[in-house]
């Protein structure tokens, strides 16, 4: 297993990774801070032994990444990276057919942590992400995805389109969301499936495009001509929920 270091910051997102069991090392708290989320937080953070640190404002906006720590940032000993094999036994004991979220050279962390958030919801198995040019398991995506961070497993990969041809031979199909692409309501989107998102600006690479088995577009009626890479991907993700309810 492979490990990322990170400070965890805001209250839902704190709280959460106690919850979850995570190994949390310091916690630092602003002065005089006693609100009842805040209480929740050192009830677990006592039952946890971590060490806890009352700190001025100005400590904690030093300490911030994010801006936005709410008077709470715990410093976490790692979140775990994944193994794409832990997310096909994952479907298997679920017995649900693999359900994975691609995501090519997605840069911005409020994205990545919305798309983690959103493949928790929608029962995805779990989120291939690159090693390079790609935001890792920051804080800021910890925030964003508002816990779901420590549930749905996040895999880092050297190379996604040999990924994509690994997971091709375990019988996973793959579709490419591409505004060229068939409507997404035509394009058949069960069975095992893993959804490739790219960024805002270039989409997915020409590469791993070409290794997917489909491509499927979001119908847009407005004046502008793109979505939010985390909107396009929760709108293609609710439909393989969709699509997979009705097979049911």
Same mark, same amino acid.
């Given at each position: 297993?492979?490990y990322?270091e990170l400070?965890i910051?805001? %209250?839902n &997102?704190v =709280?959460e990774?106690f919850?979850?069991?995570?190994p949390?090392? @310091?916690l630092?708290?602003?002065?005089?801070?006693q609100?009842?989320?805040?209480?929740?937080i050192?009830r677990e953070?006592?039952?946890h032994?971590t060490i806890i640190?009352?700190?001025?404002k100005?400590?904690l906006?030093q300490?911030?990444?994010?801006?936005?720590h709410?008077g709470v940032?715990?410093y976490?000993?790692a979140?775990?990276?994944?193994?794409?094999?832990?997310m096909l036994?994952?479907a298997e004991?679920?017995?649900?057919p693999?359900f994975?979220?691609l995501?090519?050279g997605?840069?911005?962390p409020?994205?990545?942590?919305?798309?983690? %958030?959103? &493949?928790? =919801?929608a029962?995805a198995?779990?989120v291939?992400i690159p090693k @390079?040019?790609?935001?890792?398991?920051?804080?800021t995506?910890?925030?964003?995805s508002?816990?779901a961070?420590?549930?749905?497993?996040?895999?880092k990969?050297?190379n996604l389109?040999a990924t994509?041809?690994d997971?091709?031979?375990?019988g996973?199909?793959?579709?490419?969301?591409d505004?060229?692409g068939?409507?997404m309501?035509?394009?058949?989107?069960?069975?095992?499936?893993g959804l490739?998102?790219?960024?805002e600006g270039?989409?997915?690479?020409r590469?791993?495009?070409?290794k997917?088995?489909m491509?499927?577009s979001i119908?847009?009626?407005g004046?502008i001509?793109s =979505?939010?890479?985390?909107?396009?991907a929760?709108?293609?993700a609710?439909e393989?929920?969709?699509?997979?309810?009705?097979?049911k």
């Open positions: 297993m492979r990322e400070t910051e805001g %209250r &997102a =709280l990774a919850r979850a069991g995570k949390i090392d @310091r630092f708290i602003l002065d005089g801070c609100d009842g989320p805040v209480k929740s050192l953070a006592k039952k032994d640190t009352f700190v001025p100005e400590r906006d300490m911030s990444d994010t801006g936005h709410q940032i715990a976490g000993a979140y775990e990276y994944a193994e794409v094999e832990d036994k994952a004991e679920k017995g649900e693999p994975l979220i995501l090519d997605i840069e911005d409020h994205n990545l942590g919305a798309i983690i %958030r959103t &493949a928790n =919801l029962g198995h779990g291939i @390079r040019r790609a935001s890792g398991l920051t804080a995506v910890a925030r964003t508002a816990g961070l420590n549930y749905t497993p996040v895999a990969v050297t389109a994509i041809e997971l091709k031979k375990r996973l199909w793959f579709v490419c969301a505004m060229g068939d409507v309501y035509r394009v058949n989107l069960t069975g095992p499936i490739v998102v790219g960024n270039d989409g997915v690479s590469l791993v495009r070409e997917c088995d491509t499927a119908p847009m009626q004046q001509d =979505l939010n890479a985390s909107v396009a929760g709108v293609l609710y393989i929920v969709r699509q997979r309810m009705g097979k």
